[in-house]
T-cell receptor
């Protein structure tokens, strides 16, 4: 039982390049989330998916797209990376058993040059 | 979600009890108080949640006064491994179309010294 896993752990991109961050969970969560965390700051919600096949914008969606192809996997895509997207990205799965409880992955540290 | 205010940073020493207070003056009747812990280079981890009075688990205690406008996370006998950022969140956990949106502030950076 791995919980929430993310790949890659680290990535360096040049401005304008694209990439997809992968997230998978084996905890049978219906909802999944993508956050970004800038240095010294709290997490901000980028996109979320309430259930398989549905996605919605969070607080800071610009420059990102997401895909929830099945219950386990929720990917985040940067179509044209910008230096402002340098951040640590966390994926989370939501518990339906307790208020406000989410389970986070280990994060992807992305640097855009 | 209700806005919370907590100290930016705190320092303590091994073996001490640490209390981190969070202010949430606009808490709503249905809101729960939830604390997360984040170690360096890791995602946040749920540690405790409460509605009123006192809640205790194997990690921490949470004290909530009757007016619920603040709460205090208490970590007994801290060790170096308790060095982390602690986030206080307030919300009713309402599942809107199947999702719960969490709002993280800056948190409290707790440093435990030998």
């Amino acid at each position: 039982n791995a919980g929430v896993t993310q790949t890659p752990k680290f990535q360096v991109l040049k401005t304008g390049q694209s990439m997809t961050l992968q997230c998978a969970q084996d905890m049978n969560h219906n909802s999944m989330y993508w956050y970004r965390q800038d240095p010294g700051m709290g997490l901000r919600l980028i996109y979320y998916s309430a259930s398989e096949g549905t996605t919605d914008k969070g607080e800071v969606p610009n420059g990102y797209n997401v895909s929830r192809l099945n219950k386990r996997e929720f990917s985040l895509r940067l179509e044209s990376a910008a230096p402002s997207q340098t951040s640590v990205y966390f994926c989370a799965g939501g518990s339906s058993g307790r208020y406000n409880e989410q389970f986070f992955g280990p994060g992807t540290r992305l640097t855009v040059l | 979600l209700a806005k919370t205010t907590q100290p930016i940073s705190m320092d303590s020493y091994e073996g001490q009890e640490v209390n981190i207070t969070c202010s949430h003056n606009n808490i709503a009747t249905n809101d729960y108080i939830t604390w997360y812990q984040q170690f360096p280079s890791q995602g946040p981890r749920f540690i405790i949640q409460g509605y009123k009075t006192k809640v205790t688990n194997e990690v921490a205690s949470l004290f909530i006064p009757a007016d619920r406008k603040s709460s205090t996370l208490s970590l007994p006998r801290v060790s170096l491994s308790d060095t982390a950022v602690y986030y206080c969140l307030v919300g009713d956990g309402a599942i809107i179309q199947g999702a719960q949106k969490l709002v993280f502030g800056q948190g409290t950076r707790l440093t435990i010294n030998p």
